[in-house]
């Protein structure tokens, strides 16, 4: 019994064994298996074979940019013939929309002539180194400078502004003329420039009257002064500023109407004086004065009066080239204060007295005074002999 028992226990080593050995044979069949079927996906490989190119086109980092964007075409050519037309149709759709901006635009460029029409300021505007460009002054024979007359004037005159004076300053010349404003023209007559400081020379029984147009307009003085003047039969030169034509047009037009001369007194009526401005500012200032008063008042104007009773040498050659005749005065009162309470006959008596050959009479509308003492100034210069006479 106990040699069965020996031999039952030494074959169930062997089993395990035979087992063992069963398994590692599978195993090893699975394996070959495997590697069987491996090769057989061997055609499978050529991807593989093409993998160093693509690794190599990866290195050279060009190649795969290229990839996507000749498959970006290849989408986009698709997408057109598959989608594009609805959406050319929306594109076409919003386009309209993308017009009736456009068609609304030209509606701003045409109502733009409308206020050019009433504006002070023509759109033309600056060139050659800053200077205005007029749009009518060429026409009618006022001209722009250009820089290089401006330079030539700034180096060749005095630019300095100066007062031009009153008259009432004491002494006379030998014609009975206020001293200042004689030495004022000899002046000017040696630089060759042309500058009205009297209405005629001396021995010639003439006067002319000017009234200056700031802002006068709004103390009720002008229009009497047209209605005397008018009744009187005397002409005269009314210097105007741009504000005043904006705000009385009317009276404007009345005084060219009835036969009187308008001047300019400036665009910009510069406190201190325009001939205290630059040379530059004063001829574009001047220059677009000359056009607001065509385009307003169909009107062109001849003369230039600085303001503030202010002028300079320099600022006289310059209007002078662009046409204009500089007209400055040598009879003047502080009629211009309104505020002041004047004597009519104490201001009638200084006004007579500084009556001479060429007496070039400067009112200003703004003072009732002015008013007051006309008529009666009017006929005493007539009994002395004067003719009052608009200049030609």
């Known amino acids: 019994m106990s040699g069965q028992k020996d031999q039952k226990s030494n074959q169930r080593p062997d089993a395990i064994l035979l087992i063992g050995g069963v398994i590692i044979a599978l195993s090893l069949l699975a394996v070959f298996t495997v590697l069987i079927f491996a090769k057989k996906n061997a055609p499978a490989d050529p991807p593989e074979t093409t993998a160093p190119e693509i690794t190599t086109k990866a290195e050279e980092t060009t190649a795969e940019p290229t990839e996507d964007t000749t498959e970006a075409p290849e989408n986009t050519t698709e997408t057109p013939e598959e989608t594009t037309a609805p959406e050319t149709t929306e594109e076409e759709t919003t386009e309209p929309e993308t017009t ?6 030209p509606e701003p460029s045409t109502k733009a002539p409308e206020p050019s029409t009433n504006a002070p300021v023509p759109t033309q505007d600056v060139t050659e180194q800053g200077i205005y460009q007029s ?20 180096v060749s005159y005095d630019l300095t502004g100066k007062g031009y004076g009153s008259g009432l300053t004491p002494g006379k010349d030998g014609y009975g003329r206020p001293s ?4 004022i023209d000899a002046r000017m007559r040696s630089l060759s420039l042309s500058a009205e400081i009297f209405a005629a020379g001396p021995g010639t029984k003439q006067v002319s009257f000017m009234f200056m147009e700031g802002t006068e307009g709004q103390y009720g003085v002008t229009a009497s002064v047209l209605d005397i003047l008018k009744e ?3 002409p005269a030169t009314f210097f105007i500023t741009h504000f005043y034509g904006n705000a009385w047009p009317s009276l404007v037009q009345r005084m060219i109407a009835e036969g009187h001369e308008v001047g300019s007194h400036t665009y910009l009526s510069a406190s201190n004086g325009m001939a205290r401005k630059p040379l530059l500012d004063q001829v574009n200032d001047a220059l677009k004065m000359q056009d607001y008063v065509y385009e307003t008042f169909h009107y062109v104007m001849r003369r230039y009066n600085p303001n503030d009773g202010v002028y300079a ?7 002078n080239r662009m046409g204009y005749q500089v007209t400055l005065g040598s ?5 211009w204060n309104q505020q002041k309470t004047f004597d009519k006959e104490d201001t009638l008596n200084k006004l007579k007295a500084l009556l001479h050959d060429g007496a070039y009479y ?12 006309l008529p009666e100034l009017i006929d005493y210069i007539r009994s002395q002999g004067y003719e009052i006479v608009r200049l030609p």
């Open 180 to 183: 200042h404003n004689a030495a």
């Open 331 to 335: 009879v003047q009162y502080d009629d």
């Open 135 to 154: 749009q009518y002054t060429d026409a009618h024979g006022i001209r722009a400078l250009t820089a290089s007359e401006l330079s030539e004037i700034s």
């Open 362 to 373: 400067c009112f200003h509308s703004v003072n009732p005074i002015t008013r007051e003492v």
């Open 100 to 105: 009736e901006p456009e068609t609304t635009a």
């Open 232 to 234: 009187k039969n005397v």
């Open 313 to 319: 040498e320099g600022a006289v050659a310059a209007m």
